[in-house]
C-alpha cells in the first residue's frame, strides 16, 4: 500500500458524459501528479498540481481539467467524453518538487461506451 | 523532449534463473534521476529501483540491480535468482532533476514472464 488513494476503482460511462476522478496523496506530500495509461499511448503524464498550484502540463486533453484543493487532494475533471479516453488513470504524489520518489495509487478503470 | 525506449515488447525467463531488461534514452541533460517500476497484474505501479545519474556506482537493491552506462545512454534491469512473483510488466522511467516539471516519462513496458 503506497499511501495513495483513488476513488472510485471503476467507473463505467457513456460517451458525451463527465466524470470526476479523485486522489488523496500520502500524507505530507505536496505534489500530485495524473497519469493515464492506454493501449496505445502507454503511460503519459497529464498534469502536476504542487501545493495547491498547477506546476506543469503534459498531453492532457482541453476537455481534461483537474485542480489541488486546499486540503492536498486532487480531481481529475473528464468532460465529454469519447470512447478513446478509456483507460487507467493514476495519480502519484510526492513529498516536494526535489524528491524524486512519486508512490502511485491504485489507479482508476474507466471505460466508455 | 526526453524519450525512453524499451525494445523487448516481452522477455521470458526460467524461475531461478537471471534476466536483463534493456532501456535506453534520449536527453540532452546531464543530471537527471533513472528508474524501473513494475506492474503486476493488479496494475498497482511499483518502484523497484532508481538511479541518479551524477552517480557512477551502479544500483541494487536485494535481487535487482542495474547496469548504467551514461554515455551511452543505456540503463538495464538485471532480476537474479528469478521469481514468480517477478513476472509483470515493467517499466523504464526518466525524470529530469531540476527546472520545470519533475513529471516521469515512460518506456512503453516490457511483459516478463516467469517460467515455473
Known amino acids: 500500500d503506497s499511501g495513495v488513494t483513488q476513488t472510485p476503482k471503476h467507473l463505467i460511462t457513456a460517451t458525451g458524459q463527465r466524470v470526476t476522478l479523485r486522489c488523496s496523496p500520502r500524507?505530507?506530500?505536496?505534489?500530485v501528479y495524473w497519469y493515464q495509461q492506454s493501449l496505445d499511448q502507454g503511460l503519459q503524464f497529464l498534469i502536476q498540481?504542487?501545493?495547491?498550484?498547477?506546476?506543469a502540463k503534459g498531453n492532457i486533453l482541453e476537455r481534461f481539467s483537474a485542480q489541488q484543493f486546499p486540503d492536498l487532494h486532487s480531481e481529475l475533471n473528464l468532460s465529454s467524453l469519447e470512447l478513446g479516453d478509456s483507460a487507467l488513470y493514476f495519480c502519484?504524489?510526492?513529498?516536494?518538487?526535489?524528491?524524486?520518489?512519486?508512490?502511485f495509487g491504485p489507479g482508476t478503470r474507466l471505460t466508455v461506451t | 523532449a526526453q524519450t525512453v525506449t524499451q525494445s523487448q515488447p516481452e522477455m521470458s525467463v526460467q524461475e531461478a534463473e537471471t534476466v536483463t531488461l534493456s532501456c535506453t534514452y534520449d536527453?540532452?541533460?546531464?543530471?537527471?534521476?533513472l528508474f524501473w517500476y513494475k506492474q503486476p497484474p493488479s496494475r498497482q505501479m511499483i518502484l523497484v529501483i532508481r538511479?541518479?545519474?551524477?552517480?557512477?556506482q551502479n544500483a541494487t537493491e536485494n535481487r535487482f540491480s542495474v547496469n548504467f552506462q551514461k554515455a551511452a545512454k543505456s540503463f538495464s534491469l538485471k532480476i537474479s535468482d528469478s521469481q514468480l512473483g517477478d513476472a509483470a510488466m515493467y517499466f523504464c522511467?526518466?525524470?529530469?532533476?531540476?527546472?520545470?516539471?519533475?513529471?516521469?516519462?515512460f518506456g512503453k513496458g516490457t511483459k516478463l514472464t516467469v517460467n515455473p
Open positions: 522511467a526518466y525524470r529530469r532533476t531540476q527546472g520545470g516539471s519533475e513529471k516521469l516519462v
Open positions: 536527453t540532452s541533460e546531464s543530471d537527471y534521476y
Open positions: 500524507s505530507g506530500d505536496l505534489s
Open positions: 502519484a504524489s510526492s513529498v516536494g518538487l526535489a524528491t524524486y520518489e512519486q508512490y
Open positions: 498540481y504542487y501545493n495547491g498550484e498547477e506546476r
Open positions: 538511479q541518479e545519474a551524477y552517480k557512477q
